[in-house]
Structures are given as structure tokens and as C-alpha cells.
């Protein structure tokens, strides 16, 4: 399994408890690594991998489309689409709120998961 990642995606999202995150969206940061076939490598084919430009714009319309409360159950969602919708086998996220609280640059998310029973691969990626 090769590795694609996405690092700094900036997205406007609804996400929030508070009354003023319900009614006026703000940037998330992703950080995103993801599982594509050795194939795509193999054929130097798009059509054999995950389409990074294509993850990024879907992250960005259905984010912009419902609002999570927690930040943790908007990761889960991103999560999910990249299981189903693009077939990941396994996904890494981490997911930030920017300045939302004093003294703290970012608070967030981690999320590592393999799709059906896949094994994450070795530390370091
Ligand atoms: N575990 C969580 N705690 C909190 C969340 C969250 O999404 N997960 N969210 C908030 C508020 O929305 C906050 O980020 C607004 O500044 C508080 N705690």
C-alpha cells in the first residue's frame, strides 16, 4: 500500500456547540493520509488511485452542506466518505479548530483507522 497525504487543508465548516458556531461556519484544518493501490505506481494511471484534487473539493462540499456539533463526529464523517465513496483501505486524520480558545493554536481530532479489518501500516507514516 502506497500513502497519499493532504497536509493544511483549510475548509470552511459548521461545526460547533455553541449557539455562534450554528450560525456562521468556520476554517477547519485537516491533515490527511490515505491508502491508495501500489497499482497507480505500477501503470502511472489516475484511474488506478484515490484522486487527491477530487478528495479535497468533496471534503469541501459536504462540509459546507451539515453541521456537526462535536469536532469529533465531523472527523468521523470525513473519515467515512474516504471509506466509502473513494474505497480507502485506511485513513489518518487529524482535524483542528483555529483559535478557538485562548492560549491554544489549534484543538482537534486524531482519527486512524483501516476499512474492514485492514492493519495500519508501520509507525512512522
Ligand atoms: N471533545 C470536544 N469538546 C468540545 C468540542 C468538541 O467538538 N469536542 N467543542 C466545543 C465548542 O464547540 C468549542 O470548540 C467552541 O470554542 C467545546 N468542547
Do not use: C
Not at 112 to 123: D, F, I, L, N, Y
Request: proline fraction near 4%; aromatic fraction near 10%; charge should be negative.
Amino acid at each position: 500500500m502506497d500513502f497519499i497525504f493532504i497536509e493544511e487543508l483549510r475548509v470552511k465548516a459548521w461545526v460547533g456547540v455553541y449557539e455562534r458556531e450554528k450560525t456562521g461556519q468556520q476554517t477547519v484544518e485537516l491533515n490527511l493520509t490515505f491508502g491508495v493501490p501500489d497499482a497507480a505506481a505500477e501503470h502511472d494511471d489516475i484511474a488506478d488511485t484515490i484522486d487527491y484534487a477530487v478528495v479535497t473539493q468533496r471534503i469541501r462540499e459536504e462540509l459546507g452542506l451539515r453541521h456537526f456539533n462535536l469536532i469529533e463526529s465531523l472527523g468521523e464523517f470525513v473519515v467515512n466518505l474516504l471509506f466509502d465513496e473513494f474505497h480507502a483501505p485506511w485513513v489518518k486524520l487529524r482535524v483542528a479548530k483555529i483559535g478557538v480558545m485562548k492560549d491554544v493554536r489549534r484543538v482537534g481530532v486524531f482519527i486512524q483507522r483501516g476499512r474492514g479489518g485492514v492493519e495500519p501500516p508501520p509507525a512512522g507514516v
